[in-house]
């Protein structure tokens, strides 16, 4: 559907709410969408849970090798922490603010500052410990983690579990929380702010289809939201015509969003932004519009819903794609991209569902380490097609279907090489001894 199909299906449904029949201008959306009234149809939504410096939760997750991905804000300036546990620094996996920064650390033997990021009362959204080995506040890389831990308790969140019991905890808005099993890069915990039917404020988890709720003292606040159901069934709608970057905010900020989306997209572009814009992104595929000019395609669509792609995305001007695809469990299949500029494309289909890239890809540019760029999930991958003697780096393949095409090209696609590079193959990829022979011919080790 086209995006003034989808505008007119939206500008159908608020004059449905309204119960107008008149054409309502572009620009008169949003204001429209204010005057919608359904008298006491509402419905409350909780926002966020707050702890008051007494409460905690027990995830009832040991942490291992797991991921953390989680939305919060302190609501004091103090030397707190948001979750983990700590027995001693190889015994230990945390986050918390010390000293006027971010502390965190993760099995590796010590503790980690990060500078100069953020405050600890601005609103966060972190990525903890990722497929990657990284931690990142608000989308900018601020440490590596260790990966795993031989932590032996369950991890609280809104404090920290120590030898001594459990301290430091923090007055904080969670909005949610989510905890991933690096090694099968599985959802355990999914942790949304929640008020039972007794009317106790708790978390809930989307996993488990259980609450989980206060084991300290007091009681959580909630940050409760009023919404009319036929404002929520419109944003329902929005969120639902695929056209969005994002499906945070109002009705209205979304509609206004529909109505400036080319023109910020443009100004965007222009201006070297634009990163992460689709990512989470819940519709079935998205816009073809103008990327010549982005530069920087770090997190696209990264976690979003889409499917396909069914043109080619000519960014000839983007260097970095790291992670650009990855999470992404529906997409399937994607016409092309312009790749001849990249000099980052680490983790760019990391857990992703790709099965055809159809558009062989220019990996010319891209710089030592960078080729991990179908590793890690990538594993339902048949059809790739690389440019001839572009891949300079050593890269790693872990889908087990690659046709024979497929294959034939990677071992075309690699470069002559004077330093010891190596390409990964799933151990299932049977490979002829011609193959074999060009591969090492190229000055490239073939392991399996």
Request: aromatic fraction near 14%; glycine fraction near 8%.
């Given at each position: 559907m086209a995006l003034t199909d989808k505008l007119t299906a939206i500008g159908n449904a608020i004059r449905e709410k309204n119960g107008t029949t008149e054409l309502i201008p572009l620009a008169d959306m949003p204001q429209a969408i204010l005057d919608i009234s359904s008298g006491e149809e509402t419905e409350k939504i909780v926002e966020y849970i707050e702890s008051t410096g007494e409460q905690w939760i027990d995830t009832g997750i040991i942490p291992k090798n797991h991921r953390v991905v989680a939305k919060f804000q302190y609501t004091k300036e103090e030397n707190k922490t948001l979750f983990g546990f700590f027995n001693n620094a190889s015994e230990s996996y945390h986050l918390g603010w010390y000293g006027g920064h971010w502390r965190y650390s993760c099995g590796s033997g010590s503790l980690t500052n990060v500078e100069n990021i953020s405050l600890c009362t601005d609103l966060q959204?972190?990525?903890?410990?990722?497929?990657?080995?990284?931690?990142?506040?608000?989308?900018?890389?601020?440490?590596?983690?260790?990966?795993?831990?031989?932590?032996?308790?369950?991890?609280?969140?809104?404090?920290?579990?120590?030898?001594?019991?459990?301290?430091?905890?923090?007055?904080?808005?969670?909005?949610?929380?989510?905890?991933?099993?690096?090694?099968?890069?599985?959802?355990?915990?999914?942790?949304?702010?929640?008020?039972?039917?007794?009317?106790?404020?708790?978390?809930?988890?989307?996993?488990?289809?259980?609450?989980?709720?206060?084991?300290?003292?007091?009681?959580?606040?909630?940050?409760?939201?009023?919404?009319?159901?036929?404002?929520?069934?419109?944003?329902?709608?929005?969120?639902?015509?695929g056209v969005l970057e994002s499906t945070e905010g109002t009705a209205t900020e979304k509609v206004e969003q529909l109505i400036d989306y080319k023109t910020a997209w443009n100004i965007a572009a222009a201006n070297n932004g634009l990163h992460s814009i689709f990512r989470n992104f819940k519709g079935e595929t998205i816009p073809q519009l103008d990327y010549s000019k982005i530069k920087n395609m770090y997190y696209f669509a990264r976690g979003s819903k889409i499917s396909y792609i069914n043109f080619y995305i000519d960014c000839k001007e983007a260097k970095e794609f790291k992670d650009a695809f990855c999470e992404t469990p529906n997409l399937k299949t994607i016409v092309g991209i312009n790749t001849s500029n990249a000099t980052t494309v680490s983790g760019m289909f990391y857990s992703s569902a790709i099965e055809e890239i159809q558009e062989p890809l220019n990996l010319s540019s891209t710089t030592s380490g960078s080729n991990t760029i179908f590793a890690h999930g990538a594993n339902r991958l048949r059809e790739i097609r690389i440019v001839k003697e572009t891949i300079k780096w050593s890269t790693l393949f872990t889908s087990a279907v690659l046709s024979a095409e497929s294959i034939q090209s990677i071992i075309d696609g690699l470069a002559t090489v004077t330093t010891a590079q190596t390409l990964t193959l799933h151990k299932d990829i049977v490979l002829t001894d011609e193959q074999k022979a060009t591969i090492n011919a190229k000055g490239w080790t073939l392991a399996q």
């Open positions: 959204e972190i990525d903890f410990n990722n497929y990657d080995g990284k931690f990142l506040i608000n989308g900018i890389e601020c440490g590596s983690t260790n990966g795993t831990t031989t932590a032996y308790k369950t991890m609280p969140i809104f404090c920290v579990d120590h030898p001594t019991g459990k301290m430091g905890f923090c007055s904080a808005k969670l909005y949610y929380f989510k905890i991933y099993d690096r090694e099968t890069q599985t959802l355990v915990r999914d942790f949304i702010p929640a008020i039972d039917e007794s009317g106790v404020i708790c978390l809930y988890d989307n996993v488990t289809k259980a609450y989980f709720y206060n084991q300290g003292s007091g009681e959580f606040k909630a940050g409760i939201i009023e919404k009319c159901k036929d404002v929520i069934e419109l944003e329902t709608l929005i969120d639902e015509s």
